[in-house]
């Protein structure tokens, strides 16, 4: 069961059998006439008495004893006894570590975004007698101090913080719930964000700044690609003055990788044509094409 305090019947299943044996006894000595219906009685008693001091505890649990409403001490894990009457099992407290789901809804943020946030806290007692008699029940305390310690932490924090830093915000309440817990004997081992909801007409808004950003660097990028490209044709153009043959075959070169593909056309500028003699060129490139298109043909 999921409650800090573990309830348990008056009888395990030694208890019953040591029950079931006794009474067993007892009414076969009445039956053989051994004993009278006075001493059957008393033995019975006896049976129910001895049967309920016996408890068992797991191995992850703790017994609390009270002896006449005092605190006594705890028992188990394993097989123990108490005294009937006198003492009694209060609980037994689980010392394994246990989750906590819990969430702050529509909570304002620094910045007044309404946020919806869903976390999770591991913890377990560490000291079974504080945990029995600082708190009535923790199983409870433990969610609400967790909520309200999380809102207050999504109040002291702006949206993109919560964002970006969920590992600090994590640690943050962790912090503040070990502060709460301690005292009680137990320690929160670890805290996380599970998920943070905010409205659909801001995560619209806030997609659309996303894409706008995207598309800003997007172009900051091509502009500074053109501006290297510029950068390296004006020192091309430095070689190139200087050197009127490379410019030349440089030209050529173009005029061959536009002329090469079928259908293509290239419009050159008369001074290039004069220049580098392209005309000239041009109509060989164009002869040698239909050349080789007629032996194809052929």
């Known amino acids: 069961m999921k409650a800090n305090t573990i309830t348990k019947g008056v009888f395990n299943p030694v208890s019953t ?3 079931i044996v006794m009474v067993a006894i007892s ?3 009445y039956y053989m006439n051994i004993i009278n219906i006075p001493v059957l009685i008393i033995l019975l008693l ?3 008495l001895i049967s309920s001091s016996i408890n068992i505890g797991n191995q992850w649990e703790k017994a609390v004893i009270l002896r006449m409403g005092k605190y006594k ?3 188990g894990p394993g097989l123990f ?5 006198i003492d009694k099992v209060h609980n037994f407290v689980d010392q394994r570590i246990r989750v906590t789901d819990f969430k702050a809804e529509q909570t304002l943020t620094k910045d007044t975004v309404p946020v919806n946030v869903d976390a999770i806290v591991y913890w377990t007692v560490w000291d079974v007698e504080k945990a029995a008699l600082e708190v009535q029940d923790y199983d409870k305390a433990i969610p609400y101090i967790a909520q309200t310690g999380l809102r207050d932490i999504i109040g002291k924090h702006e949206l993109s913080d919560l964002l970006q830093e969920r590992d600090k915000i994590a640690a943050d309440l962790q912090l503040v719930l070990d502060n709460h817990t301690n005292p009680w004997g137990i320690t929160c081992q670890n805290v996380g964000i599970k998920d943070i909801v905010i ?3 801001l995560a619209d ?4 700044e996303a894409q706008a950003e995207r598309e800003r660097r997007a172009r900051v990028i091509l502009g500074t690609a053109e501006t290297e490209i510029a950068e390296k044709f004006a020192k091309a153009s430095e070689q190139y003055r200087d050197n009127p043959v490379a410019l030349h075959l440089r030209g050529m070169n173009m005029l061959f990788e536009g002329l090469k593909e079928k259908g293509s ?5 008369s001074s290039a044509l004069d220049s580098m003699n392209l005309g000239a060129m041009g109509g060989l490139i164009s002869l040698a094409k239909s050349n080789d298109d007629n032996l194809k043909a052929q």
């Open 199 to 201: 409205p659909a007409g």
């Open 73 to 75: 001490g705890l028992k």
């Open 46 to 48: 006896l049976s129910v």
């Open 81 to 85: 006894f108490i005294i009937p009457i």
């Open 17 to 19: 059998t040591v029950l």
């Open 27 to 29: 009414g076969g000595l």
């Open 205 to 208: 808004a806030m997609s659309k």
């Open 265 to 269: 056309m290239v419009i050159v500028p």
